[in-house]
């Protein structure tokens, strides 16, 4: 996690954090237990094996959370008297303006592709998009930042009911209040938020995971939550032949892609914090342990590991791609530009000799402008043509 907040009027805000919109993050118990199987892209029968290797069946997913999500945010419409808010805002325009304009100025300095994206939304849109981003970063913030040693218990339990605030029409600060704003303007739901906070807390007692099934949960916890909160924003295409639930899959797919990748460019500087989110019984069954992390040793044993890790990610974003042109043709472009250009990162850490410990895989500044234009091609697909690989 990246995170760090100052319970001032103004929060402070670093470069840490890598929040992004569609996924950046990190379990908590629970009873729900489902099956879950990712179908096998018929476009991947070269690699049907290896998926099937890496099939991750038996994680007690989020499918119900999702369900419960989807049904309460569809029953709301813009602009309904219905919210899961108890109290209008009643905010002076200017100062809600302004509020807004914070929001945005934040996501173009901390999230320059993705905000490039998001100029092509119509101008309501754009502004809830901003909102959100920039409480998730806030949130991200508290136990990534350079606060976060201090971040207790009881820190993140007052920014759960700075959050119950919030929704009820009772902002702390301004960039509070666009969020406070955006909630009664869109059928926004808060539990993708408070998991989200819930994330922050294993982030706190939490740096290592016996098997995928518990990092799967810290990945929807941390980053799979900001795709259910984007979806009510973004909108679903009059066009499409997808239902709600198989959308709002996607966007958690996409979330959990994006994590997963976090995860793997940023074993090192994890590592230097004593931190390990890698599948432990995985890390066994390659000959390998928290040590030969710690050593920074790229031996071939790494490397197939790695491997595994990298082939997993594509996995769900190739799941992903094709909830991506459901969106309303309006909001499709920052997440095509989200979900290629972290697909890159993977192929850096491929460059790099899949050495992610002593080097760290980034997309450069050209690369990444040049994905742009090819994202936006892709945006304007029509849902039901489908995805191309």
């Not at 432990?280 to 050593?295: H, I, M, P």
Request: glycine residues 4%; proline residues 4%.
């Amino acid at each position: 996690m990246n995170a760090s907040l100052s319970y001032a009027a103004r929060p402070y805000m670093t470069k840490s954090s890598n929040i992004n919109m569609f996924g950046s993050k990190r379990y908590m118990e629970t009873n729900v237990r489902s099956e879950v199987t990712i179908a096998i892209p018929n476009r991947r029968k070269d690699s049907s094996k290896l998926i099937l290797d890496l099939s991750i069946n038996g994680i007690p997913c989020t499918e119900k959370f999702v369900h419960e999500i989807v049904q309460r945010q569809s029953k709301q419409k813009i602009d309904s008297s219905s919210f899961n808010v108890s109290r209008k805002p009643n905010f002076h325009p200017m100062f809600l303006q302004e509020s807004y304009e914070r929001c945005r100025d934040i996501c173009a300095e901390y999230a320059k592709t993705f905000y490039l994206g998001t100029l092509l939304m119509t101008e309501e849109r754009q502004k809830a998009i901003w909102a959100i981003y920039v409480w998730c970063r806030r949130t991200d913030e508290l136990v990534d930042g350079p606060n976060a040693i201090h971040i207790t218990s009881a820190a993140l339990d007052r920014w759960e009911e700075r959050l119950d605030d919030l929704f009820n029409g009772r902002p702390y600060d301004m960039l509070d209040a666009a969020l406070t704003d955006t909630v009664h303007r869109f059928p926004l739901d808060i539990k993708p938020f408070k998991d989200m906070i819930e994330g922050m807390r294993m982030d706190t007692r939490k740096n290592r995971y016996a098997n995928f099934q518990e990092l799967y949960l810290y990945c929807y916890y941390v980053a799979g939550t900001v795709g259910l909160m984007s979806v009510p924003v973004m909108g679903i295409a009059p066009e499409s032949s997808f239902s709600a639930q198989n959308v709002y899959n996607a966007a958690l797919y996409l979330g959990i892609g994006n994590q997963l990748t976090n995860i793997l460019r940023d074993v090192g500087e994890d590592a230097s914090r004593g931190r390990v989110y890698l599948p432990q019984d995985e890390l066994t069954k390659f000959g390998l342990c928290d040590e030969d992390v710690f050593s920074r040793k790229v031996t071939y044993e790494w490397k197939e590991f790695i491997k595994e890790q990298i082939a997993r990610a594509r996995l769900y974003f190739d799941q992903a791609e094709e909830g991506a042109s459901q969106l309303h043709k309006a909001s499709r472009w920052p997440v095509w530009s989200s979900l290629m250009l972290y697909r890159m990162i993977l192929d850096s850490i491929e460059n790099n000799d899949y050495d992610n410990l002593t080097k760290r895989a980034y997309v450069g500044r050209t690369k990444k402008l040049m994905t742009l234009p090819v994202a936006y091609t892709r945006a304007l697909r029509n849902p039901s043509v489908g995805v191309l690989l």
